[in-house]
């Protein structure tokens, strides 16, 4: 459930330090421990559990004892409590301040008046955020994680959820850990602790019993934790804590409430309080003036406490939440999913989309074109060394390694023993997998063709081994770079003789290896892309390429697609760069080759410094850094888990059109939301100069306190439409960012306009319908009480008209009604309020609120004025944004 605006800005201005710590161990951290020192048979028995996994009639009873494996966001509250909890907004307990005084006071009318707002503000904003908010968690349900487990003997795949202790988790290589686990088995296991430790290097894993002793309880060796995710290796593992019984659980519970706001976040609080600012101010110089020239300070109260009604911004949250919910709905038809409401507004603020070029400009399609020797003749033996090496390694297996895998004429291949694996890793870029094979132990390495040519001392030609000296390793690499410039992905192999007596390698063995040749793939550009670019460029979206693959490869795909080619950097050159060149290349750069992980993530971090919204679309576990750091985190439906978990937003087809349908539908949410705003900025500082002005040199209030309460509560009833608004094209074109600046112009702008036509309204009613012989000293009682309700409701009936009309001058840039109408919804709802003002003083409510029926010529004179504040606000808004922009 969404915190109330209220609860957010206090976010802002109080930001509560957190330990860092780490939780002590409870009671189900000593559970782990103890299990973490038993032997793998006494660790499944103590669970009740086998190799062979639970029993479905044992999973179901642990299912009612443990409940679902989910982190605690904070329990499910009762209608009650969620309707207790909004009564504490300060917005909420300002209004019922002045309902008990006005009760105090006796005045019952004024006291139903702030009740129906009461209403209005809690229970409308309850159900329409409780409706929004089922609905985006049934979008974001369709972004599920699961994991492989064994039950009954049998593998199979269930949601991560369901996961009870004692059940067998299988694990390789992209998988999240989903609960704290004990290993059983494991082989060449790494694992990233970061989100726990802080620590971005691997952790190796086994499944040999540890001992506590001198050690934390991260350090334990046969203990993998949820919040990790595996880098590469398999493994066996079965669950003993789920939820927040989990160590990541524990922690969770202390940093729920510390997660920083974002930059929508700060946009809104910064909005609300530059209202409070201005609220503030007039109340206190209103109670002051009128105190003072009526002589009445209780009257004074009441009116400065019902003016702080009227300033107050009350409907904001309900008119985010539901913007940003209709926003998610609208987004899920064009299959992009939202894991983060917030986000929303940062996706159509995008102007920079960093991406790697598989599947979002190419189409994913990965073929293996090419299995040639260092001379590039065909040759079966590169092609069987690589088939065998992405056939038993434990890694996450990519497009390159399902393409080779396909070759099924080498399944003979499959055999072998595996002897032992030496795992890729992004500094390396090559991996290696060692086999039993014609009596040797083979170390065949598959990888990245300059990083497998720094281990290699020999080259293989036919059955021929020759030394690989320099100059030969300079002729051997135009081989590989024609291939690249052709627009092929090309991976060396290379292999290395050990004698059946060596058993375990590492790294180090990578060394003096044989160069065999290299397998080339090709994966071809999307005839969509080319389209899909230029209209993201039309949208104001820069895309730039950030790819581990060579910069030959990258260029030719690039150039292929439209992208321009000539700004390149590599990996190795960025290495070099001081964080102010940094800056400048990631200005100018289109397309960065041979990239690490951490590297992504420096150039997220300096487009961001220099002002940019970065989104990062990725799908791999090399792409988590940057997705977290960008400000949208972008991933798809068939990531790895570990991605999916990273981003904001999902999309559910991987391909750039999506991605421009989803900005589309950023940029419209965040449009209704800045309508709201600059309406609420603007009225709001126009009935500032008017109230304080009419409060000094009228000899009656301005308006009768329960009038106020009635015009802010139908002002606030005809703008429950805007969510379903439509949005100026034009709006859509660009990025939208938060410009408080922008809203202070606009409100100092646009807000006087409606002062002016109060205060022409103000004269009307004292010298053409004679409400100034209120002061005259011989006038009857009950003509003074008339004169006083009559301009009490000539201002009502124009303030409601004038301020709801405008919504519709505000809502576009364009001619409002002929070039740009309004949503149906919009329009009833306005239309609605100004029909119900206009009607109010004829009404059996009359005598109620204060009001008596106006003469018919009182409407010629408004006819007049809607029309004249129609035409002047529409020209200054126009001059305005040719000025000073949209946003």
Same mark, same amino acid.
């Given at each position: ?21 780490l ?29 062979q ?22 329990k ?18 300002? @209004? ?37 908010n089922?609905?985006?968690e ?10 492989? &487990? ?19 988790? @299988? ?19 790494y ?38 995710? =595996? ?23 202390? @940093? ?7 930059s ?21 110089? &209103? ?18 406490l019902? =003016? ?82 992405s056939?038993?390694?434990?890694? @996450? ?37 060692? =086999? ?54 090309? #991976? ?22 044989? #160069? ?10 999307k005839?969509?892309? =080319? ?88 799908d ?26 990273s981003?904001?937003? &999902? ?43 009419g ?15 009635l ?31 922008n809203?202070k ?23 053409f ?16 009480v ?12 124009e303030?409601?008209?004038?301020q ?67 035409? #002047? ?15």
């Amino acid at each position: 459930m969404w915190k109330s605006v209220a609860d957010k800005i206090s976010l802002f201005f109080v930001k509560e330090k957190v330990s860092p710590l780490l939780p002590r161990t409870n009671g189900n951290g000593s559970r782990l421990i103890e299990i973490c020192a038993m032997s793998s048979y006494e660790a499944l028995r103590s669970l009740s559990t086998s190799d062979q996994g639970l029993k479905i009639s044992q999973v179901e009873l642990l299912q009612e004892e443990f409940g679902p494996n989910e982190i605690s966001r904070g329990k499910r509250i009762s209608f009650l409590s969620e309707i207790l909890r909004r009564f504490k907004n300060p917005l909420v307990i300002l @209004l019922l301040i002045i309902s008990v005084v006005s009760l105090i006071m006796g005045d019952l009318k004024s006291t139903s008046v702030v009740g129906g707002m009461i209403l209005i503000s809690v229970f409308l904003a309850y159900f329409q955020e409780t409706r929004s908010n089922r609905a985006v968690e049934k979008l974001q349900a369709l972004v599920q994680t699961n994991s492989n &487990v064994i039950r009954e003997g049998k593998e199979m795949e269930i949601p991560m959820s369901e996961l009870v202790p004692g059940d067998i988790l @299988l694990l390789e290589a992209g998988a999240l850990i989903p609960a704290d686990i004990r290993l059983i088995s494991a082989k060449d296991f790494y694992i990233h602790q970061s989100a726990l430790t802080g620590e971005s290097m691997p952790v190796e894993k086994n499944a040999g019993p540890c001992s506590m002793a001198g050690k934390g309880i991260l350090e334990l060796q046969d203990a993998c934790f949820m919040g990790s995710s =595996v880098l590469s290796g398999t493994a066996k593992g079965v669950v003993v804590n789920t939820g927040s019984r989990t160590y990541f659980g524990s922690l969770s519970k202390s @940093l729920a409430s510390q997660r920083g706001l974002t930059s929508f976040d700060r946009g809104i609080a910064g909005f609300t309080w530059l209202m409070i600012r201005f609220m503030f101010v007039m109340v206190c110089v &209103v109670f002051f003036i009128i105190g003072l020239t009526k002589g009445n300070w209780m009257e004074a109260l009441m009116f400065g406490l019902a =003016v702080a009604v009227g300033l107050t911004p009350e409907m904001l949250p309900m008119i985010v939440t539901v913007n940003l919910a209709k926003g998610a709905r609208a987004m899920s038809k064009k299959k992009v999913i939202v894991k983060r409401l917030n986000s929303i507004q940062n996706f159509g603020a995008i102007d920079i989309l960093c991406t790697d070029k598989t599947g979002t400009i190419t189409q994913d399609r990965v073929v293996l074109e090419r299995y040639v020797d260092v001379t590039n003749r065909e040759s079966d033996d590169v092609l069987r060394y690589a088939y065998m090496n992405s056939y038993y390694q434990t890694g @996450l297996r990519n497009l390159l390694d399902r393409a080779i895998l396909s070759h099924t004429e080498f399944e003979v291949e499959r055999s072998c023993r595996k002897v032992d694996e030496i795992p890729f890793d992004f500094s390396r870029k090559r991996m290696s997998v060692v =086999v039993e094979y014609e009596g040797d132990h083979v170390l065949i390495c598959k990888g990245a063709v300059e990083e497998v040519y720094k281990v290699c001392r020999y080259y293989q030609v036919d059955d021929e081994i020759h030394p690989l000296i320099d100059m030969i390793k300079y002729d051997l690499m135009e081989e590989y770079q024609s291939l690249s410039e052709d627009g092929f992905r090309v #991976l060396a192999v290379a292999y290395r003789e050990f004698p059946e007596s060596k058993e375990i390698f590492s790294v180090e063995d990578e060394s003096e290896l044989i #160069l065999l040749g290299y397998i080339a793939f090709f994966d071809p550009p999307k005839d969509s892309a =080319v389209v899909a670019l230029q209209n993201l460029s039309r949208m104001g979206v820069s895309v730039k390429i950030l790819t581990g693959d060579n910069e030959l490869v990258a260029k030719k795909v690039c150039r292929d697609v439209g992208i321009p080619s000539e700004s390149l950097l590599t990996g190795e050159q960025l290495q070099r760069a001081t964080p102010n060149q940094l800056e400048d290349w990631v200005e100018t750069t289109t397309i960065f080759a041979r990239l690490s992980p951490s590297q992504k993530e420096e150039i997220i971090q300096a487009l961001q410094r220099r002002g940019h919204v970065v989104g990062f679309l990725g799908d791999g576990i090399n792409d988590t850094l940057a997705m977290k750091k960008a400000d949208v985190g972008i991933s798809v439906d068939t990531a790895v888990d570990v991605a999916k978990e990273s981003s904001d937003i &999902v999309l559910l087809e991987k391909s750039l059109h999506v991605l421009e349908d989803g900005i589309e539908e950023g940029r419209k949410v965040f449009g209704n939301i800045i309508k709201y705003i600059r309406m609420g900025a603007s009225s709001n500082f126009g009935n500032m100069f008017s109230v304080v002005g009419g409060s000094y040199f009228l000899p009656f209030l301005p308006m009768a306190p329960i009038q106020i309460l009635l015009n802010n509560l139908l002002y606030d009833i005809s703008q429950v439409g805007i969510p379903t608004d439509k949005v100026d094209p034009e709006f859509t074109e660009t990025p939208r960012k938060w410009n408080i600046g922008n809203i202070k112009k606009f409100m100092i702008m646009i807000g006087p306009m409606s002062s002016i036509f109060d205060y022409a309204t103000y004269f009307l009613m004292l010298f053409f319908f004679k409400c100034h012989q209120f002061v005259k000293p011989n006038i009857l009682p009950e003509m003074k009480v008339y004169y006083e309700n009559l301009f009490h409701t000539g201002w009502f009936v124009e303030s409601i008209l004038t301020q709801t009309m405008i919504v519709h001058i505000i809502r576009t840039r364009k001619i409002p009604f002929f070039q740009g109408a309004a949503s149906p919804g919009l329009l009833i709802t306005t239309f609605l309020v100004m029909a119900i003002g206009a009607f109010l003083p004829y009404s059996p409510f009359a005598e109620t609120f204060g009001f008596v029926p106006l003469p018919a010529v009182y409407w010629l004179w408004i006819f007049g004025f809607l029309l004249t504040y129609a035409v #002047l606000t529409h020209t200054v808004k126009v001059w305005f944004f040719n000025k000073y922009g949209v946003d």
